[in-house]
């Protein structure tokens, strides 16, 4: 069974500040790995995935995010923040089967202040 | 292609009512998942089809809740009779991992549901 831990629902940064927010999975197999942000209203969008290639993947908006197998981790991160990378942002983990069904994290709100 | 087309994308109706939700996968798609967003839970992957057949159901809460999927580009969720705790937004999405390789669910932008 598949299984993902976002730590932290809401984090707050200041705009130019490091953006980190924590995702943790569990998994029986390899996973695929993803991370997804949800504006107000609005309904999922991919910001990048990992499917077993290099550890290091680059998203959009200047996010990354790095594989580590050892740690079971899968931390979101940006270097400078901007007033619009506010929205909520959730992991996701798929064992690769089922079309990727994903399980997905509860989700960190990031409030990015001015 | 247009995405994953939901709608209505909002739905207001009374506790008792029948409510049909409805999704257009992204055309070629092979597996079109439902999920349900509340604050309390989270997202719930409620069920999900492969070439139009349900494969797991387990998601879905309870006998009210019923999907069908009549061909690749529709499928329904019905809520029936609904219940203020069917309050939620509700997601379709879709995904074709086989032809394209990658490995995403595309989403679409969801219905609110609010039973009164």
């Known amino acids: 069974a598949q299984s993902v831990t976002q730590l932290g629902s809401h984090v707050s940064v200041s705009e130019g500040a490091l953006v980190l927010l924590r995702c943790n999975y569990s998994s029986s197999v390899p996973p695929y790995l993803f991370w997804y942000v949800q504006y107000p209203n609005q309904g999922l969008q991919l910001l990048l995935k990992y499917t077993s290639a290099a550890t290091l993947v680059k998203g959009i908006n200047g996010f990354e995010a790095e594989f580590k197998k050892s740690e079971t981790s899968f931390h979101l991160t940006k270097p400078s923040a901007h007033m619009s990378d506010a929205a909520e942002y959730f992991c996701a983990v798929s064992e690769g089967n089922a079309g990727n069904m994903l399980t997905f994290g509860g989700g960190t709100r990031l409030m990015v202040k001015p | 292609d247009a995405g994953v087309i939901q709608s209505p994308r909002h739905e207001v109706t009374e506790m008792g009512q029948e409510v049909t939700l409805r999704c257009k996968p992204i055309s070629g798609h092979d597996y079109l998942f439902w999920y349900r967003q509340t604050m309390m839970r989270g997202l719930e992957l409620l069920i999900y089809f492969n070439n139009n057949v349900p494969i797991d159901d387990s998601g879905m809460p309870e006998d009210r809740f019923s999907a069908k999927m009549p061909n690749a580009s529709f499928s329904t969720l019905k809520i029936q009779p609904s219940e203020p705790r069917d309050s939620a937004v509700y997601f379709c999405?879709?995904?074709?991992?086989?032809?394209?390789?990658?490995?995403?669910?595309?989403f679409g932008q969801g219905t609110r549901l609010t039973v009164v």
């Open positions: 999405a879709s995904s074709d991992p086989d032809r394209s390789g990658n490995t995403e669910a595309f």
